[in-house]
């Protein structure tokens, strides 16, 4: 167990972002929501992979919703009445009289990453170092612990306004996905979940093992290359063994829209420099999924597709790419539950309407 300082889980929240595919929740508010719990003295210790301890149980908090054009300095009309986070795992925790060891990051992002963290330093929790996706998802049932085997309920629903419901059970994670989505749909497109409690012994197999580690390791290259006047694309790629997969500039602002709680469009991309003559498309349900070279299928879920600035390195999330911004896409292995058989036929370009569009491994259709 470390404790971690501000600047550490900084990084983490950055590193997850550029990771997150675009999605996983705003990175400012986020950055914002950390900030707050070290203002008011909580702290974040984070617990190494091999300290999870068999008989105790851990939890999973988030939030279910759209994502949308981040707001200036993470200024909100974002900020619930109630903490709906903390209200969801106290909730379950009462449900099944046991007292939570530890939290788990459900998915990589600025927003449910830091959700997550902030929610452990303020209920004096562990923040075990692990991620149920390795990377953002759209819905529930995207998750390592489905491809495991692991149970989503009981599961615990909160809201900004305060309302609780909990399901002792439900029939598998696609109908806790669409009764979750349905309620954040009825609240301002987002609301909290717990979910997914579990011992420790089956927590070890479900999940990406130091995955906010890894994610620190991300965010710091990022920002020590800033710092030195280095190309932060390069240091990011080099820290998470990952690929160039284009640079250009913005076409035109994304034609995105909400529906039935996602956040759904598309981002082209003219090139520049060595892509000069080339152009680039990315589909996104809340993250990127498919994208397109030329206007051939390229890099495709469930690997990852990621944008930054071309200049800093900083994550660009959905919808937030701009007319004329000047950007780097780059791709990403996917964890290797996500590329098994089961992880492939959960995860795939066909589910999301691509039809005869087959996954390809990243490293096979990419040269560095």
Same mark, same amino acid.
């Given at each position: 167990?470390?404790?971690?300082?501000?600047? #550490?889980?900084?990084?983490?929240?950055?590193?997850?972002?550029?990771?997150?595919?675009?999605? !996983?929740?705003?990175?400012?508010?986020?950055?914002?929501?950390?900030?707050?719990?070290?203002?008011?003295?909580? #702290?974040?210790?984070?617990?190494?992979?091999? &300290?999870?301890?068999?008989?105790? =149980?851990?939890? %999973?908090?988030?939030?279910?919703?759209?994502?949308?054009?981040?707001? &200036?300095?993470?200024?909100?009309?974002?900020?619930?009445? =109630?903490?709906?986070?903390?209200?969801?795992?106290?909730?379950? #925790?009462?449900?099944?009289?046991?007292?939570?060891?530890?939290?788990?990051?459900? #998915?990589?992002?600025? !927003?449910?990453?830091?959700?997550?963290?902030?929610?452990?330093?303020?209920?004096?929790?562990?923040?075990?170092?692990?991620?149920?996706?390795?990377?953002?998802?759209?819905?529930?049932?995207?998750?390592? =612990?489905?491809?495991? !085997?692991?149970?989503?309920?009981?599961?615990?629903?909160?809201?900004?306004?305060?309302?609780?419901?909990?399901?002792?059970?439900?029939? %598998?994670? &696609?109908?806790?996905?669409?009764?979750?989505?349905?309620?954040?749909?009825?609240?301002?497109?987002?609301?909290?979940?717990?979910?997914?409690?579990?011992?420790?012994?089956?927590?070890?197999?479900?999940?990406?093992?130091?995955?906010?580690?890894?994610?620190?390791?991300?965010?710091?290259?990022?920002?020590?290359?800033?710092?030195?006047?280095?190309?932060?694309?390069?240091?990011?790629?080099?820290?998470?063994?990952?690929?160039?997969?284009?640079?250009?500039?913005?076409?035109?602002?994304?034609?995105?829209?909400?529906?039935?709680?996602?956040?759904?469009?598309?981002?082209?991309?003219?090139?520049?420099?060595?892509?000069?003559?080339?152009?680039?498309?990315?589909?996104?349900?809340?993250?990127?999924?498919?994208?397109?070279? %030329?206007?051939?299928?390229?890099?495709?879920?469930?690997?990852?597709?990621?944008?930054?600035?071309?200049?800093?390195?900083?994550?660009?999330?959905?919808?937030?790419?701009? &007319?004329?911004?000047?950007?780097?896409?780059?791709?990403?292995?996917?964890?290797?539950?996500?590329?098994?058989?089961?992880?492939?036929?959960?995860?795939?370009?066909?589910?999301?309407?691509?039809?005869?569009?087959? =996954?390809?491994?990243?490293?096979?259709?990419?040269?560095?």
């Amino acid at each position: 167990m470390r404790k971690l300082d501000f600047q #550490e889980v900084k990084d983490i929240l950055v590193g997850c972002t550029i990771l997150g595919t675009g999605g !996983g929740g705003d990175l400012n508010v986020g950055i914002k929501t950390v900030k707050a719990a070290f203002d008011d003295k909580k #702290e974040f210790r984070m617990l190494d992979f091999e &300290e999870i301890n068999d008989e105790d =149980y851990y939890v %999973n908090p988030y939030y279910c919703g759209s994502v949308n054009p981040s707001k &200036e300095n993470g200024k909100a009309s974002d900020e619930p009445a =109630y903490d709906d986070a903390l209200l969801a795992v106290k909730s379950l #925790e009462k449900y099944l009289n046991i007292e939570f060891h530890g939290v788990v990051s459900i #998915e990589y992002g600025g !927003g449910n990453t830091a959700s997550a963290m902030a929610t452990a330093a303020k209920l004096g929790k562990y923040i075990v170092d692990c991620d149920a996706a390795g990377r953002a998802v759209p819905e529930l049932q995207f998750s390592t =612990y489905n491809i495991t !085997g692991q149970p989503i309920y009981p599961f615990c629903l909160a809201t900004q306004y305060g309302d609780v419901a909990v399901f002792p059970t439900v029939l %598998n994670d &696609e109908r806790a996905e669409a009764l979750s989505r349905n309620m954040a749909v009825v609240t301002e497109n987002k609301v909290a979940l717990a979910d997914h409690p579990i011992k420790g012994s089956k927590l070890k197999t479900s999940v990406v093992p130091s995955a906010l580690s890894y994610a620190g390791t991300v965010g710091k290259a990022q920002r020590e290359a800033v710092e030195k006047g280095e190309d932060p694309i390069q240091k990011i790629v080099e820290a998470a063994d990952g690929y160039v997969l284009f640079r250009g500039k913005v076409t035109r602002e994304s034609n995105w829209e909400i529906k039935d709680g996602f956040t759904t469009g598309i981002t082209v991309i003219d090139g520049i420099d060595q892509y000069a003559s080339d152009n680039f498309k990315i589909w996104y349900r809340n993250e990127n999924m498919v994208s397109w070279k %030329n206007d051939e299928v390229f890099v495709t879920c469930p690997d990852l597709i990621c944008i930054v600035d071309n200049k800093t390195g900083y994550p660009v999330t959905n919808p937030n790419c701009k &007319e004329h911004d000047e950007v780097a896409v780059l791709g990403f292995k996917a964890h290797a539950l996500w590329r098994s058989e089961k992880g492939v036929k959960l995860l795939n370009p066909e589910f999301f309407g691509f039809k005869n569009v087959k =996954y390809v491994p990243l490293e096979t259709v990419v040269k560095r």
